[in-house]
């Protein structure tokens, strides 16, 4: 029985080391998506995920997504995403170090944190 040709690889270069700094012209830098500056960048763009990944050492939620949205974009962003039955889950970012999460979709506080 033959061996399988394997060839020798030195690192890790991983699929975003051969995306990273290469979206398409004209589209968002981060999600590599056509999208208004005021608008989320894409979750579920693989650019996107990775990019974020390397920077915060875990996956993007929609909640990251929409970090840089006003309240009022982030809040129609929510509200359709749950609308089409998309789990959007808690904000990471505004977890309580008890481990509640100190924030509503709404933005305000929850009755534990306020």
Request: charge should be neutral; proline fraction near 7%; include cysteine.
């Amino acid at each position: 029985m033959s061996k399988p040709n394997i060839i020798e690889m030195k690192g890790n270069l991983g699929g975003f080391t051969l995306l990273k700094g290469k979206t398409p012209e004209g589209t968002c830098p981060e999600c590599a998506v056509a999208h208004a500056p005021e608008q989320p960048h894409n979750q579920q763009s693989l650019a996107y995920q990775y990019a974020f990944r390397e920077k915060h050492g875990r996956w993007p939620t929609w909640h990251d997504a929409l970090r840089h949205c006003t309240p009022e974009v982030r809040q129609i962003w929510l509200r359709e995403l749950l609308g089409h039955g998309v789990d959007v889950g808690d904000d990471p970012a505004q977890t309580c170090a008890c481990g509640a999460v100190a924030m509503g979709m709404n933005g305000r506080r929850t009755r534990e944190h306020e």
